[in-house]
């Protein structure tokens, strides 16, 4: 079954750090594009970071430049993003995405809340 499960989200105090897992069953991160996306209520989902497998390639969303960095364990088949100096403005629901040329995969998301 292909599945992508994140995990790591809680509640921390503004300043605080958390990481968050997205592993990966039943296909590998080879080729594939994976992002970090969040979303709060009534709002669109935005995209946070990604990182290209093919070439590590990383992007970060301005907000969140300098605090916030993925990184790719295929040991683990586990995409991280660890999150540092967070602000209440961070609280959202964090998804996981995998973009291959051929499908696009989400995982059910993670809740992140940080108390100012």
């Known amino acids: 079954e292909v599945q992508l499960v994140e995990s790591g989200g809680g509640l921390v105090q503004a300043g605080g750090s958390l990481r968050l897992s997205c592993v990966a069953s039943?296909?590998?991160?080879?080729?594939?594009?994976i992002g970090w996306f969040r979303q709060t209520p009534g709002k669109e989902r935005e995209g946070v970071s990604w990182?290209?497998?093919?070439?590590?390639?990383?992007y970060y969303e301005d907000s969140v430049k300098g605090r916030f960095t993925i990184e790719i364990e295929y040991s683990e088949n586990t995409v991280y993003l660890q999150m540092n100096s967070l602000k209440p403005e961070d609280t959202a629901v964090y998804f996981c995405?995998?973009?291959?040329?051929?499908?696009?995969?989400w995982g059910q998301g993670t809740q992140v809340t940080v108390s100012s």
């Open positions: 039943g296909f590998t991160f080879d080729d594939h594009v």
């Open positions: 995405n995998a973009d291959h040329m051929f499908y696009n995969y």
């Open positions: 990182i290209s497998s093919s070439d590590d390639y990383t």
